[in-house]
Nanobody, 120 residues
Framework: QVQLVESGGGLVQVGGSLRLSCAAS????????MGWYRQAPGKQRELVAA???????NYADSVKGRFTISRDIAKNTIYLQMNSLKPEDTAVYYC??????????????WGQGTQVTVSS
């Protein structure tokens, strides 16, 4: 069974940085598309960044130039480096993994989330 565990969230001031980690077990990230979603209170969950099994990346317009998704295949872990953080980045961030071979990617495995709070 696939398990995804996020870590690295916390409280940061405007303009600061955080790096989120997602450790995967029960699957190999090299053969799965993976991504980061976030959800703020009262708002829908939105896809922030994704990385394909081939290593291609994509980002929401709101975070382009500020966030970077990456992976460490040896550690079976993906990361989200978040720079120049803004109050509107405050949300619970979720790691997600797509069903292998799905196109467009169907993200059907989820972590429990990690809270990111950006103070103004």
């Amino acid at each position: 069974q696939v398990q995804l565990v996020e870590s690295g969230g916390g409280l940061v001031q405007v303009g600061g940085s955080l790096r989120l980690s997602c450790a995967a077990s029960g699957s190999i990230i090299e053969i799965n598309a993976m991504g980061w979603y976030r959800q703020a209170p009262g708002k829908q969950r939105e896809l922030v960044a994704a990385i394909t099994s081939g290593g291609a990346t994509n980002y929401a317009d709101s975070v382009k130039g500020r966030f970077t998704i990456s992976r460490d295949i040896a550690k079976n872990t993906i990361y989200l480096q978040m720079n120049s953080l803004k109050p509107e980045d405050t949300a619970v961030y979720y790691c997600t993994q797509a069903r292998p071979g799905s196109y467009p990617p169907s993200f059907d495995s989820w972590g429990q989330g990690t809270q990111v709070t950006v103070s103004s």
